[in-house]
């Protein structure tokens, strides 16, 4: 009979355009603590990245996303109301599980009910009767482990079978899908949001994972992007450690398939070769210190310097954090940090972890920290108090010796008015460079500590 139902509502596409359906839940028997916020914050992005208007989004939630709403929505709007060439999009937050054949399943609101299980062969077989649409189904479950962590980090799966290794949404026509994690591993949430969530939105966001630097992301690109960002979480989280899993996202699709473009840079003025600003205007504030950053650091970046956080733009007090660097040439890696007290502090290299390798290569991510203390212990990164606005600031030397020109006293500890001392080090590093071969790239990551 549904099969009835989708090919009358095939034939009448009246209503036809760009579609998603968007659903998450947290109100199971085990609840989670942040999928469905995750479906809100999805639904946003979206909008803003596939172009989808938000009347044309379906958004289920808790006790709205039943197993019978979803299959209904999944019928009458992906669909019955979509065309050929139209944009399908589906999305689940919650959680997986896997049946007794070894198949992977959503588990719907109404998780005890006969249906409360959705196997990925029923939204396939759906999907499967729409080959002409740009369809895009992705995951955020687990097929794997059990729920028995409530509260804080969790798995998003409950105990199953032994998945035999499918892809939830993988059917005989070929669409773009991303599951949270790989087979036998855990997808994860972590205090009120799901980790492969949040990094897949913080890259569409902020457009970052363009790796080779033309301007434009492709699913290759960001699975990278996203592997990176899922097992820097999972090194720094012991509970996701422990469980000896690892955690990385599952891709299947076009590798090739552009899914943003950035904007167009906008055009730089010719470096300035005298002194670059007069003493009394160095910035005082975070707002004059971003702005001034933006305006005389992010310009000088031939190398395509890049930088991330395992945590997003977001860590709160207490996380533990790792940074990812890269770039497509190589040099000496400097990162700063520009605290909320205003004081200017550097990072890496750090005389804790003297070892520790400064040298970034093409096509290679530095890890920060690396290398382990002068007692032969690994080096954490801990996000502490004050909570506030603050950014990092990377500057990789060609030469390396260029590190010469930067405050002697920096290494030793945190310095006051971080503004005048990036004035000074900007001034320091654009006359060196216009009177010398001297080769640098500067990159900057905005960031808010929360409590």
């Known amino acids: 009979m549904r099969h009835a139902i989708l090919a009358c509502l095939l034939a009448s596409p009246a209503l036809a355009e760009d579609r998603a359906l968007v659903i998450g839940i947290d109100s199971y028997t085990q609840p989670l603590n942040g999928a469905a916020a995750d479906a809100s914050r999805m639904a946003a992005t979206i909008s803003d990245v596939w172009d989808i208007p938000t009347a044309q989004i379906t958004t289920l939630t808790n006790a709205a996303a039943t197993s019978d709403a979803i299959i209904n929505a999944l019928i009458d709007k992906l669909v019955g109301q979509t065309e050929p060439g139209d944009q399908a999009i589906l999305y689940f937050a919650g959680r997986g599980t896997t049946l007794p054949d070894g198949q992977p399943a959503l588990i719907a609101q109404d998780e005890t009910a006969l249906l409360g299980k959705i196997p990925s062969n029923v939204i396939s077989d759906m999907l499967d009767l729409i080959p002409d649409r740009d369809v895009t189904v992705i995951i955020d479950a687990g097929f794997d482990g059990q ?62 994972g363009d790796t080779n630097g033309d301007d434009e992301i492709t699913n290759a690109e960001l699975l990278e992007h996203l592997t990176v960002q899922n097992t820097l979480w999972c090194e720094t989280n012991a509970t996701c450690l422990d469980s000896g899993r690892g955690f990385a996202p599952a891709f299947v699709g076009n590798p090739d398939t552009v899914i943003m473009t950035k904007p167009a840079p906008v055009a730089q003025p010719a470096p300035v070769t005298e002194p670059i600003l007069p003493a009394d205007t160095a910035p005082a504030t975070y707002t004059e210190t971003l702005g001034f950053v933006t305006d005389l650091f992010a310009p000088s970046n031939r190398a395509g310097l890049s930088l991330s956080m395992s945590t997003g733009p977001e860590p709160r007090v207490g996380d533990v954090i790792q940074f990812a660097i890269t770039a497509n040439a190589p040099g000496e890696l400097i990162l700063l940090d520009v605290d909320p007290n205003g004081h200017l502090v550097q990072v890496f290299p750090s005389a804790l972890a003297p070892n520790a390798s400064t040298t970034l290569s093409p096509d290679d991510t530095l890890i920060i920290p690396n290398g382990r203390s002068t007692n032969n212990q690994p080096i954490q990164i ?56 001297l080769n640098w790239s500067a990159a900057y990551l905005p960031y808010r500590i929360t409590p």
């Open 147 to 208: 729920a028995d962590l409530i509260g804080g980090t969790q798995p998003r799966g409950t105990a199953g079978a032994v998945s035999t290794g499918s892809i939830y949404g993988q059917g005989s026509v070929p669409r773009t899908i991303w599951n949270a994690a790989q087979t036998g591993q855990f997808a994860w949430e972590d205090i009120d949001r799901g980790v492969f969530t949040h990094a897949l939105i913080t890259a569409l966001d902020q457009k970052s």
């Open 382 to 437: 801990r996000v502490s108090e004050p909570s506030g606005q603050g950014l990092l600031l990377g500057l990789l030397f060609e030469d390396a010796s260029a590190s010469a020109l930067l405050p002697a006293a920096l290494p030793n500890g945190p310095l006051p008015n971080a503004g005048q001392h990036l004035f000074e080090i900007a001034q320091a590093l654009l006359a060196a460079q216009a009177d010398s071969d």
